[in-house]
């Protein structure tokens, strides 16, 4: 127990779109009828933004609804959506997918494409304005249950504990900060969302959440190769037809563009590598010619969730609320959840000031959850909710039964499909699967992990405890190896892990754990689920700029 007591009346982990939605709304409706309610944000990157990453393209629904004059107020929001394609693409050749037959919930009509991670550092900068603490660099490594399993709070992380457990000489103890409400918005696959639903059953009624990895290159490329504005989807190469996933490629300004893959975590051959199908799709040539004389300056990737409507779990406990992605609230086939998380924070803001206002605490905020399903944003998961289960009989009938699905019905089909098995159970083992011989990167247009990784800013304090705990260390060789030929070495974005041989020629398994760049990928897909990805210690991980 920490000697250090703080308390506030919400406390929110996460400073993303969600938590910080929260944080601007108990404020607004403090401040509109003149009720103090004191909010704390903690977050466990260096700053806030430095380890969000997204696309990104922005539907402004929700930020109308809770900062209607944001376009005074130098945001970062200023390219707006000018054209959009969507191709799919053979080895060589790029076919255009006429606009009639992409589902409206695709069109991109007066988005924007921005930065999530200079986004949500405006965001802060709003809810600072208005009173809110913020705390960057903290982790929230524990949550607080009372007794009656309620919960009341989180200790923040210890900094300055060895590798070995002891304390080196800068070590300080972790604070204990209480409230009357805990909200989580830790973003996909929380470490401590993971636990709540677990421990609280929060998805008995659910079906099981199902992820993709999004890896992403932020790259300067010449002036006769932007056209700032312009949206690009493609489906297709490189990706096999059982393979959920696709690409974007975002004109963010002039010289400056994203490009991105998105892969379903459902895929089944272990020898698949995210990240060498993503180098591989930078070689077509139409995305060559776009990316010649360029140069790429930044790197990252984040797993997300894919499961919407029916793999979302109960929204609320004892004591607080999951917020956005720590519950899953991307809209798949929109390609988008910054404006349905932003809605879910706005929710559980309204819920708890209401709770604190009539003298409530740490009870069950049923109304957040009721509300949420019933609001614009519940409405449209549920209308997404076919599109992903679709690919899994693969992409041409995934891609007819969404056609029938959003196009001709709308949404409104009288059925919902169930997701295929969990991701981690997809692998099939090694003697069914067909290897797969990457290129050798270039350095030019295609980079190896290690080079990539460079390019995130990625720190940890090498002699801290390893945050990538295994449950069993003899599954990585007995099992992952043995049957899958470990899968873990191909979709980690980062070359955490390794299999080495010893003295003896036996192969063992080395965890590189300052090259993780949080994206969770490996608490997901691991086969025996035996990794469990832990905070490090607050203000490690990436930092990345203009992501």
């Given at each position: 127990?920490?000697?250090?007591?703080?308390?506030?009346?919400?406390?929110?982990?996460?400073?993303?779109?969600?938590?910080?939605?929260?944080?601007?709304?108990?404020?607004?409706?403090?401040?509109?009828?003149?009720?103090?309610?004191?909010?704390?944000?903690?977050?466990?990157?260096?700053?806030?933004?430095?380890?969000?990453?997204?696309?990104?393209?922005?539907?402004?629904?929700?930020?109308?609804?809770?900062?209607?004059?944001?376009?005074?107020?130098?945001?970062?929001?200023?390219?707006?959506?000018?054209?959009?394609?969507?191709?799919?693409?053979?080895?060589?050749?790029?076919?255009?997918?006429?606009?009639?037959?992409?589902?409206?919930?695709?069109?991109?009509?007066?988005?924007?494409?921005?930065?999530?991670?200079?986004?949500?550092?405006?965001?802060?900068?709003?809810?600072?304005?208005?009173?809110?603490?913020?705390?960057?660099?903290?982790?929230?490594?524990?949550?607080?249950?009372?007794?009656?399993?309620?919960?009341?709070?989180?200790?923040?992380?210890?900094?300055?504990?060895?590798?070995?457990?002891?304390?080196?000489?800068?070590?300080?103890?972790?604070?204990?900060?209480?409230?009357?409400?805990?909200?989580?918005?830790?973003?996909?696959?929380?470490?401590?969302?993971?636990?709540?639903?677990?421990?609280?059953?929060?998805?008995?009624?659910?079906?099981?959440?199902?992820?993709?990895?999004?890896?992403?290159?932020?790259?300067?490329?010449?002036?006769?190769?932007?056209?700032?504005?312009?949206?690009?989807?493609?489906v297709g190469w490189p990706l096999s037809q059982d393979v959920y996933g696709g690409s974007f490629l975002y004109h963010l300004g002039k010289n400056l563009i994203s490009l991105g893959m998105v892969i379903g975590l459902d895929y089944q051959?272990?020898?698949?590598?995210?990240?060498?199908?993503?180098?591989?799709?930078?070689?077509?040539?139409?995305?060559?010619?776009?990316?010649?004389?360029?140069?790429?300056?930044?790197?990252?990737a984040r797993a997300l969730n894919e499961g919407g409507w029916q793999s979302l779990p109960k929204l609320v406990f004892p004591g607080g609320a999951l917020l956005g992605c720590e519950a899953g609230t991307l809209n798949t086939p929109k390609i988008k959840g910054t404006h349905t998380a932003m809605k879910s924070g706005m929710i559980a803001a309204e819920s708890a000031f209401f709770a604190?206002?009539?003298?409530?605490?740490?009870?069950?905020?049923?109304?957040?959850?009721?509300?949420?399903?019933?609001?614009?944003?519940?409405?449209?998961?549920?209308?997404?909710?076919?599109?992903?289960?679709?690919?899994?009989?693969?992409?041409?009938?995934?891609?007819?039964?969404?056609?029938?699905?959003?196009?001709?019905?709308?949404?409104?089909?009288?059925?919902?499909?169930?997701?295929?098995?969990?991701?981690?159970?997809?692998?099939?083992?090694?003697?069914?699967?067909?290897?797969?011989?990457?290129?050798?990167?270039?350095?030019?247009?295609?980079?190896?992990?290690?080079?990539?990784?460079?390019?995130?800013?990625?720190?940890?304090?090498?002699?801290?405890?390893?945050?990538?705990?295994?449950?069993?260390?003899?599954?990585?060789?007995?099992?992952?190896?043995?049957?899958?030929?470990?899968?873990?070495?191909?979709?980690?974005?980062?070359?955490?892990?390794?299999?080495?041989?010893?003295?003896?020629?036996?192969?063992?398994?080395?965890?590189?754990?300052?090259?993780?760049?949080?994206?969770?990928?490996?608490?997901?897909?691991?086969?025996?689920?035996?990794?469990?990805?832990?905070?490090?210690?607050?203000?490690?991980?990436?930092?990345?700029?203009?992501?």
């Open positions: 127990m920490s000697d250090e007591i703080m308390k506030y009346d919400v406390i929110i982990v996460g400073a993303g779109p969600s938590g910080l939605s929260a944080a601007i709304n108990l404020k607004k409706l403090s401040t509109e009828n003149n009720i103090d309610i004191n909010v704390c944000v903690v977050e466990k990157a260096s700053e806030v933004g430095a380890h969000i990453l997204s696309g990104a393209v922005l539907e402004t629904k929700a930020l109308d609804e809770l900062l209607p004059d944001w376009k005074l107020k130098d945001s970062p929001i200023k390219t707006k959506v000018s054209n959009e394609k969507l191709l799919f693409l053979s080895e060589n050749k790029a076919y255009p997918i006429p606009k009639l037959f992409t589902p409206a919930v695709m069109h991109n009509e007066n988005n924007y494409i921005i930065s999530l991670g200079r986004f949500c550092k405006w965001l802060s900068d709003q809810a600072e304005s208005m009173g809110v603490e913020i705390y960057p660099g903290f982790t929230a490594s524990k949550i607080l249950i009372d007794d009656s399993k309620r919960v009341f709070g989180i200790k923040t992380g210890d900094h300055g504990i060895l590798k070995d457990g002891s304390k080196s000489e800068n070590y300080q103890s972790g604070i204990e900060i209480h409230a009357k409400y805990v909200f989580f918005a830790e973003g996909c696959r929380g470490h401590l969302g993971k636990q709540l639903i677990n421990n609280f059953g929060l998805d008995d009624d659910s079906e099981h959440q199902t992820y993709g990895i999004g890896i992403k290159e932020l790259w300067e490329v010449d002036d006769l190769n932007t056209s700032p504005g312009e949206v690009l989807h493609t051959n272990p020898y698949l590598s995210p990240y060498e199908e993503f180098q591989r799709y930078k070689t077509h040539p139409f995305i060559k010619k776009i990316l010649k004389n360029g140069k790429r300056i930044s790197y990252g604190i206002k009539s003298g409530r605490e740490k009870d069950v905020l049923d109304c957040y959850n009721r509300n949420f399903l019933s609001s614009w944003a519940g409405d449209e998961l549920k209308k997404a909710r076919n599109v992903r289960p679709s690919f899994k009989w693969g992409l041409k009938i995934g891609m007819f039964l969404t056609g029938i699905d959003q196009i001709i019905l709308r949404g409104k089909a009288p059925w919902t499909l169930s997701h295929h098995k969990p991701d981690h159970e997809a692998t099939v083992k090694k003697e069914l699967a067909k290897k797969i011989e990457y290129p050798k990167a270039d350095g030019v247009l295609t980079f190896d992990r290690l080079t990539n990784v460079s390019f995130t800013s990625t720190y940890h304090e090498e002699n801290q405890p390893c945050h990538l705990t295994l449950k069993d260390k003899s599954i990585p060789i007995e099992y992952n190896y043995k049957y899958f030929d470990s899968p873990e070495q191909r979709y980690c974005p980062a070359g955490v892990y390794e299999v080495l041989e010893n003295e003896q020629r036996k192969p063992y398994l080395q965890i590189n754990a300052q090259n993780c760049i949080h994206c969770k990928t490996c608490d997901i897909k691991d086969p025996k689920q035996n990794i469990n990805w832990i905070v490090p210690e607050g203000g490690g991980g990436p930092n990345y700029s203009n992501m």
